[in-house]
């Protein structure tokens, strides 16, 4: 009973910590690289590649080298392993930013968590196997099912017991702690596994486990083939639906949890009893889910909440993963086998990753995964179920035509009316004309499903501030109420440059742009820095970073123009950021924060910022007209010196900022924006 014990929960600490440790890396990393929501889908890529070579190296093991060096090697390796703790990277290794985000981005995971993830990444299917040596009367797949079950568990506490209870310094700690245990516990199950040879009989192989050693034939390459396409259709389905809910939402970690906490529930589900997965019934289910992400991509923008957004994306990508993995379940090989089973998912999700978090952002100009996706899987489900009845073929063949329909579809919705579409590590931009022909023709920048930016372009009202920027806006007023003379002043996000309709003569703009993309289409498609008559320099990099390292001549004016509807760079809206700020601003000085937002009320934390600094602040929520292309805007006006409500054309607008009850303070260790977030009821217009 102790040996049965000592796998059970080695196996189960493991796959804990080996899910509970993404969260936390990838939060710690998301300040350094913008804050962009494409930080989690390449740490989900890193860890997909890092998960195949430990299933790779559990099966050369299992397979070349005898039972006591197979518990040598692991155990060396497993002590060693700990010597890398704690895992939170060094300053020096982040502050070595290069020009390619992404290869800094799996460099720093590689030597901050790659070895000591590697080794937990080995222990399920290496474990399962020595146990399934040495209890040659029970099939290890259950233990897959509760590996896969205590990675549910490692994500679903992130959220809900550990972001919310510690800093990320102490989230960093109590992990490397904990896989201390891990590697204890690892050492003392490996004296009592691998106790028979590979390939290996044991002598009472007449009861459930007998199959491990039966002599059936190794599977076919046409299987091997499947299994892949499943894995990896599963995993494509994970990401582009992450990428679809982050980009639009936020980089928060619940959004991030949410889609893979469902989708490893499904392997949980699926091998842990056949009963949970019916081919007959997931024809229908999946079909119905497929036309319906359909209809969505095609028919929701933004009159969808997201009380209604997430729950039916993420049902989707449930029953998708579900026909996935219940296909691979239904297909599990007799044990022998286990290891190349398990080499051929982990193949297949590392797969999804690179075809997500590398090939997509190069080969494709627009957020077109998920459409593609959804219609492989369709093609998946109509190969599986080839050979049934004529009504259901009939059905399937229907969902084909109409998911490829529906990708080609959506794919124009977004190209058609496109005078550019490019994308990168920082997302999508989109540059379109509208009301052509009319004196109120007009340009638009688009970030994601987010204006970034609006131009008129009649010639006599170009330089006509517009969109978030408008002379009744928050920014609009703190302009024109600096002083007379020359003004300097800074702004973290670029955008098209529609803050230059404000500059004048001898003005200086300095932007801090973090994608170099935004500069070079706010050049070739707007003319707001051309037409500057003062001066406009752009530093590409993150604002606050670039900030902190400069040493120039203070602003007048500092605007944070980061917090517009979509990923949220949480590490610009801490207590230590906006002291940053302020050491920036000159006396008198006004630091401006956009924090208009769809789905986060960032308000309570701007309060509870300002209290703390003991600063002066004011909100200025401005009304939109859409004849004149102006939006509604919500803008922090914050002082350290200066009474704002004083001046008339602030104070005859401005509102107080309201707190909320159990919102605690950002500060560069700890932020929980799962707090904030708007829950509206559904809207069906």
Known sequence: MLKKLSYISTIFLSAFLLFQVQPIIAKILLPWFGGAAAVW???????????????????????????????????SLVVLSAFVLPIAPGRQLLDAAGREPIVHLLYVLLVSVGFPYFLLSTTSPLLQSWYSRTYSNVLPYRLFALSNLASLLGLLAYPFLVEPQLTLTQQSDWWSGAYIAFAAACVLTALYGAKTGPGECPDNTEAAGAAACDASPPPQMAE?????????????????????????????????????????????????????YKREWYIWIVTSFLGGMSYALLQWGEGYSIAVKIPFFSAGLFFCCMFCHGELAARKPAPQHLTSFYLMIATGGALGGILVGIAAPRMLSGPFELAIAMTICAVLLFIVNFRTKLLARAALSVLVISAAVTAVSYIYSITHDSLLLKRNFYGFLKVAEYKQGTPGVYRSLMHGSIIHGIQLRDPDRRREPVSYYSPGSGIGRAIKNLQDGPRRVGVIGLGAGALLSYAREGDYYHFYEINPLVESVARQEFSFISDCPGKVEISIGDGRLLLERENCAPYDLLAVDAFSGDSIPVHLLTVEAVQLYFSRLAPGGILALHISNHHLDLIPIVEQIRSTLGLKAVLISAPGRDDKQIFGSDWVLMTADRDLAAIPEIGGVAQALKTKPGISLWTDDYSNLVQIVKYKLPSFK
């Open 224 to 276: 091997k083939a499947l299994w892949l396409a499943l894995a990896a259709c599963a995993s494509v389905l994970l990401l582009a639906t992450t990428n679809y809910l982050t980009q639009n939402i936020a980089s928060i970690p619940f959004l991030w949890i949410l889609p893979l906490s469902l989708y490893l529930l499904t392997f949980t589900f699926c091998f842990d009893r056949s009963g949970w």
């Open 41 to 75: 889908i390449t740490c989900m890529l890193f860890f997909q590649v890092v998960l195949l070579a430990g299933y790779i190296y559990a099966h050369i093991l299992i397979s070349r080298l005898k039972p006591a060096l197979q518990k040598w090697v692991h155990t």
